[in-house]
């Protein structure tokens, strides 16, 4: 349980203190939660077809969506980081908060075994499974994002990628969605696709703030 | 279990038997697949990072490697089909095999639960759990086909979309890859990166069997 609080940046930086970090524990803790919000979806919709139970795990498991539950249970303040990465805000970031709490439900797993997990995590995102989410709201942001400024007749939403860094099995990309004349978002992800996602929710976000979003 | 072998195209044509058909229990299985492979693979891999991890985990509940194991146990022979699709060569096609068997965990699961369900997939894909494939064969088959190629001073692979089809939730991506003075090659999947990816580990194949191949 202590290596699942260990982020990437902390053994880069001081090796010596020979503590390895969660990135494994992540690994095999994404498994675990797909697996008990799977069954949980399969159980509560029984006649959802295969399309809105995937769409459905999508927006549970999600970066945004487990960093809320990680935020929920304040995992950030016990994350141990390197000083690089606490000053560039990691501590508070969405992909951190959701890789730390996939590699808790890893290391609950194998402590416990997959059984007494389901129980755990079941229980950690309870509030996230009861959300009975309209079945519009599932459509990808990217998506809803693309009908909501149509909707107000502004410009096609347009990405662009602002950086790539880490080894080709551990890249982390920074997109830009920019939308003439409302604003640009940024996001983040480990692939193009989720920081695209990444960016087209944060603009959701400013756009129903704004008044202008799909709800 | 019944339901698990029941194919799509049989309730489609045949919607009078009142039977529904597998694909829900593909949507469960599939993450219970992910989560004994995971942890098998973290175990077997003590030293292995998240991006070795990620990639062996890929290559064994790939459409490919998940139909090799339904073939091995013969499970085509125990499906129930409707009549166009058993004309389409449905009955052999990986896609449908790989599916089939992702359904039969789903359904194993839901009757012994997740522990018992380890044993039960541990145990089907032991062989290629055992597998200790060398970390160069890990690479994506696009990866590999492109580095082949390249070996051979033969020009870059090209991938075309044949034809995509099905409900937005629910396509289906025929992609056939090109490599001028060898050949071309099919490939499918349920998004275009499988179907590519697929169509790409054809050509290994092919390229083996004429003795260019990466192994």
């Known amino acids: ?22 990135e494994r524990l992540e690994f095999l803790g ?20 295969e399309g809105e139970l995937t769409a459905r795990r999508a927006a549970i498991v999600s970066t945004t969506g487990l960093s809320r539950v990680a935020r929920r249970i304040d995992l950030g303040s016990s994350l141990l980081l390197g000083q ?14 959701a890789a730390a709490l996939e590699a808790v439900a890893g290391a609950v ?10 129980t755990f995590v079941g229980q950690l995102l309870a509030p996230e499974l009861a959300r009975d989410v309209p079945a519009d709201a599932l459509k990808s942001p990217k998506n809803r994002l ?9 410009p096609h939403p347009r ?3 602002l950086s790539v860094e880490g080894p080709h099995h551990r890249r982390h990309f920074v997109v830009e969605v920019a939308v003439d004349g409302l ?33």
């Open 1 to 22: 349980m202590e290596r699942a609080l260990v982020h990437g940046s902390f053994p880069n930086e001081q090796p010596e203190a020979g503590m390895a970090s969660n």
């Open 84 to 97: 690089g990465a606490e000053r560039s805000g990691a501590r508070r970031r969405p992909s951190v908060l």
């Open 146 to 154: 693309q009908e909501a400024v149509h909707t107000r007749s502004l």
């Open 159 to 161: 990405y662009r990628t």
């Open 30 to 49: 994404d498994s675990v939660i797909n697996v008990v919000v799977s069954q949980a979806l399969y159980e509560r919709y029984p006649n959802a077809d």
């Open 109 to 118: 797993h194998l402590s416990l075994g997959l059984d007494a997990t389901r």
């Open 183 to 215: 604003g640009s978002w940024r996001g983040e992800g480990n692939n193009r696709r989720r920081a695209e996602t990444a960016a087209a929710e944060a603009a959701l976000a400013a756009m129903r703030s704004l008044g202008a979003g799909d709800r």
